[in-house]
């Protein structure tokens, strides 16, 4: 999916959008917009533009997007999006960069059954780099890993559940 906020607008290639679920459409709609308020006709209205959505359709993803904690809406109808929960709406990109360093490292991770998408991304990265699994939890391979990485991993808030340690051989005599 590929979001780029122009003039407090979401732009999805279409080809994305008819794969959205509209709640995933509004809050795509929130982050992408300079502000995380807007009122809830105007969002209506914004969204049956792109998406031909019937009004109590919009009305119950409203809801449950309230009720879940993601959004709150006042008396006025203003919507404010909740920033706290952002992280859970941050795209799971694979980072294409190899590691180019001849150390090895063992990454350790326990992330939750509730966050398996999560689980499973940091498995897929780790394969594209090239590490070798010991246990479905537990991967080898060539380190120092970029940042970005460790920087992906505190934004979508498992880098307490990654452990990564450097493998140093010795010589036994």
Not at 4 to 33: A, C, P, T, W
Request: charged letters at 35%.
């Amino acid at each position: 999916m590929e979001m780029r906020g122009d003039e407090n607008y979401v732009i999805i290639r279409q080809r994305d959008e008819k794969n959205m679920s509209l709640s995933d459409f509004l809050i795509s709609h929130l982050l992408s917009m300079k502000s995380t308020k807007i009122y809830r006709k105007n969002l209506y209205t914004r969204i049956n533009e792109r998406r031909n959505t019937e009004h109590n359709q919009y009305n119950t993803t409203l809801h449950r997007l309230e009720k879940r904690g993601f959004i709150e809406i006042d008396s006025s109808g203003l919507i404010t999006f909740n920033k706290s929960k952002e992280r859970l709406f941050v795209r799971l990109e694979y980072i294409k960069e190899k590691p180019d360093s001849k150390k090895s490292i063992i990454i350790i991770f326990d992330i939750p059954e509730k966050q398996r998408k999560i689980r499973n991304w940091l498995r897929n990265q780790l394969k594209i780099w090239d590490f070798e699994m010991v246990q479905q939890s537990v991967w080898v391979g060539k380190g120092p890993l970029p940042r970005k990485f460790t920087d992906h991993l505190k934004m979508l808030g498992v880098h307490k559940n990654v452990k990564m340690f450097s493998i140093i051989q010795k010589e036994i005599k």
